[in-house]
T-cell receptor, first 112, second 111 residues
Framework: EDKVVQSPLSLVVHEGDTVTLNCSYE??????LLWYKQEKKAPTFLFML????IEKKSGRLSSILDKKELFSILNITATQTGDSAIYLC????????????FGKGTKLSVIP | DAEITQSPRHKITETGRQVTLACHQT?????MFWYRQDLGHGLRLIHY???????NKGEVSDGYSVSRSNTEDLPLTLESAASSQTSVYFC??????????FGSGTQLSVL
């Protein structure tokens, strides 16, 4: 059974801090790992990673995958209150499979 | 713009009733999914479909069914609603890249 574990489950930081969110996984036939941000409604896509060691970056957010150690991190620098959300990590595995297995998420709260 | 819409946004029903949640996408994606989201469990897969007339069970499929008669729609039916099915339900679709696009969710309460 595929397994995705995120840590920490919740985190409170002050504006301007840098945070690192963790995601480890145990899956068969790994294909890709994805990060989503969920505010009040639907999860919205942030990154998809398929190759080890290649950093994906978008503004203050960046993510990297380590396929040998089976984990990924999501970094957010200079946090803002608008970064407050649940961050979801998900893995796509198995040939011909398109569904994602999600972790439980990390709830990030950024306080002024 | 292409989108994925769910209805209703909120639903209250009684135990034992049949309930259908609608999902409609205009992305023309072959792959569609239903997830439920509960505190402490994250998003869990209920059912999924890779094309018309194709349906498959996910991790938590008991008590749910889906049908896929066209590309755009994947309705989710709760055969006999139970209080344990109180949850937020998300529909999603993808073209096969692995990236899912989500609807805004349906908050279902079973009393």
């Amino acid at each position: 059974e595929d397994k995705v574990v995120q840590s920490p489950l919740s985190l409170v930081v002050h504006e301007g801090d840098t945070v690192t969110l963790n995601c480890s996984y145990e899956v068969t036939n790994f294909r890709s790992l994805l990060w989503y941000k969920q505010e009040k409604k639907a999860p919205t896509f942030l990154f998809m990673l398929t190759s080890s060691g290649i950093e994906k970056k978008s503004g203050r957010l960046s993510s990297i995958l380590d396929k040998k150690e089976l984990f990924s991190i999501l970094n957010i620098t200079a946090t803002q209150t608008g970064d407050s959300a649940i961050y979801l990590c998900a893995v796509n595995s198995g040939a011909g499979s398109y569904q994602l297995t999600f972790g439980k998420g990390t709830k990030l709260s950024v306080i002024p | 713009d292409a989108e994925i819409t769910q209805s209703p946004r909120h639903k209250i029903t009684e135990t034992g009733r049949q309930v259908t949640l609608a999902c409609h996408q205009t992305w023309n994606h072959n792959n569609m999914f239903w997830y439920r989201q509960d505190l402490g469990h994250g998003l869990r897969l209920i059912h999924y479909s890779y094309g018309v007339q194709d349906t498959n069970k996910g991790e938590v499929s008991d008590g749910y069914s889906v049908s896929r008669s066209n590309t755009e729609d994947l309705p989710l039916t709760l055969e006999s609603a139970a209080s344990s099915q109180t949850s937020v339900y998300f529909c999603a679709s993808s073209s096969g890249t692995g990236k899912l696009f989500f609807g805004s969710g349906t908050q279902l309460s079973v009393l």
